[in-house]
Structures are given as structure tokens and as C-alpha cells.
Nanobody, 125 residues
Framework: QVQLVESGGGLVQAGGSLRLSCAAS????????MGWFRQAPGKEREFVAA????????SYADSVKGRFTISRDNAKDTASLQMNILKPEDTAVYFC??????????????????WGQGTQVTVSS
């Protein structure tokens, strides 16, 4: 069973950048589709971005398209989320997740079987 640990969250001013990382242990990330989700206080957990096993395909929520970039390094069992031009509405706890599903919607949190503990991202205005 794979364990996921996020890092890289913090406090940043609007317009700034952060890079989140997700490290895996107990399994190889190459076996999983990887996703990033976020949850703001009082809101549902929402999809941010996903990447397929090889890294050749990605998907983004409309709200982050053009600002965020998801990537992975299967040799290092890591996934990353580069976040640029951050906005106050990006403030949330960010989670990385791994899916062993072969098909199904990339944006559905129910498709993901393993989750990290989350890392807080706060964007000040």
C-alpha cells in the first residue's frame, strides 16, 4: 500500500508562486495515475490537476488552467504541482492522491484510492 506525503505549502502573496511535492513510499508511483485536490474551509474537496502514469497526459480544473502545472518523476516516485500567479481563492489544503483505476474520470475524487495528509497553502491579498 502506497503512502503519500505532501510538502511545499506555505504563505505567499497574491501573484506569487509555490511548488508542492508529493513523495511516495511503500509502492511505485508509476503504477498510479496521480492527482492534486484542494479543500477550502466549509467547501467540498475539489479537483485541481491530474497526470497519467507515463506523464504524457494531464488534466486541469478550469480555475487553474494556465497557472498550475502538474508533473511527475517516476524514477524518484514523486509528483509535483507548480503553482504560479496565485490568487487568494487558491487558499486551501492541498492533497495529492493516487489512483489505480485504468479508466474513469480523472477529476473524481472517488477514483483515487490513496491520499496524503495535505499541506496548507495560504495566499494573501
Amino acid at each position: 500500500q502506497v503512502q503519500l506525503v505532501e510538502s511545499g505549502g506555505g504563505l505567499v502573496q497574491a501573484g506569487g508562486s509555490l511548488r508542492l511535492s508529493c513523495a511516495a513510499s511503500g509502492g511505485h508511483l508509476s503504477s498510479y495515475r496521480m492527482g492534486w485536490f484542494r479543500q477550502a474551509p466549509g467547501k467540498e474537496r475539489e479537483f485541481v490537476a491530474a497526470i497519467n502514469r507515463s506523464g504524457s497526459g494531464t488534466s486541469y480544473a478550469d480555475s487553474v488552467k494556465g497557472r498550475f502545472t502538474i508533473s511527475r518523476d517516476n524514477a524518484k516516485d514523486t509528483a509535483s504541482l507548480q503553482m504560479n500567479i496565485l490568487k487568494p481563492e487558491d487558499t486551501a489544503v492541498y492533497f495529492c492522491a493516487a489512483s489505480s483505476a485504468i479508466s474513469g474520470p480523472w477529476s473524481s475524487r472517488y477514483e483515487y484510492h490513496y491520499w496524503g495528509q495535505g499541506t496548507q497553502v495560504t495566499v494573501s491579498s
